[in-house]
């Protein structure tokens, strides 16, 4: 596809449920980043990945959140055991890495959590 | 670590009046400043970027911004509000963590433009 895709939209958990979100950034784009949108709060920046580099974990709020990216390419993050303060719209953006600090995000429309 | 502070959560303007947004950054280094948008219900989507080569940085629909290192501050304008440019603005400052681009946003500001 043309931009960064997220799925699902949205996604409503019973509290202690697992979930899975996914990205699929652009194609060619070596850097992604997960960022957690709650109201009030801005975007909270949560994990890096940067081609086949170590990731950038240090935005985690605990150890219930991981993320992976297979291949250079596609990201999951899971939220193990949700809680009602996990309930926010996950965005995720991805950038070509050209190794300056002036590159654009590009963001997928986000998907909308909520934990009942 | 750099930051960046969004004064007003929300602002409301009438339709053809000034709009100003306000941005103030924390940054020990010449910092990367950033303004993205996000429209209802779409992912944010670059506004315009200051990169140190023009204090004046002119933008998309309009918007412009003024680097001014002496008050610490990046305040987005643009001279008349339409009915259109109602969403969430973010202020943003990229610093280099690590060897990667590391953007930090802030809390936003929510524009209403009022016929």
């Known amino acids: 596809g043309a931009g960064v895709s997220q799925s699902p939209s949205n996604k409503v958990t019973e509290k202690g449920k697992d979930v899975e979100l996914r990205c699929d950034p652009i194609?060619?784009?070596?850097?992604l980043y997960w960022y957690r949108q709650s109201l009030g709060q801005g975007l909270e920046f949560l994990i890096y990945f940067q081609g086949n580099s170590a990731p950038d974990k240090s935005g985690l709020p605990s150890d219930r959140f991981s993320a992976e990216r297979t291949g250079g390419s596609v990201s999951t993050l899971t939220i193990q055991r949700t809680q009602q303060e996990d309930s926010a719209v996950y965005l995720c953006?991805?950038?070509?890495?050209?190794?300056?600090?002036?590159?654009?995000?590009?963001f997928g429309s986000g998907t909308q959590l909520s934990v009942l | 670590a750099q930051s960046v502070t969004q004064l007003g959560s929300h602002v409301s303007v009438s339709e053809g009046a000034l709009v100003l947004l306000r941005c103030n950054y924390s940054?020990?280094?010449?910092?990367?400043l950033f303004w993205y948008v996000q429209y209802p219900n779409q992912g944010l989507q670059l506004l315009l970027k200051?990169?140190?080569?023009?204090?004046l940085v002119k933008g998309i629909n309009g918007f412009e911004a003024e680097f001014k290192k002496s008050e610490t501050s990046f305040h987005l304008t643009k001279p008349s509000a339409h009915m259109s440019d109602a969403a969430e603005y973010f202020c943003?400052?990229?610093?280099?963590?690590?060897?990667?681009?590391?953007?930090?946003f802030g809390t936003g500001t929510k524009l209403q433009v009022i016929p």
């Open positions: 953006a991805s950038s070509p890495l050209s190794g300056t600090r002036n590159e654009k995000l590009f």
């Open positions: 943003a400052v990229s610093e280099n963590s690590g060897g990667y681009q590391k953007v930090t």
């Open positions: 194609s060619g784009h070596t850097a």
């Open positions: 200051y990169t140190s080569a023009a204090t």
């Open positions: 940054s020990s280094v010449p910092p990367y």
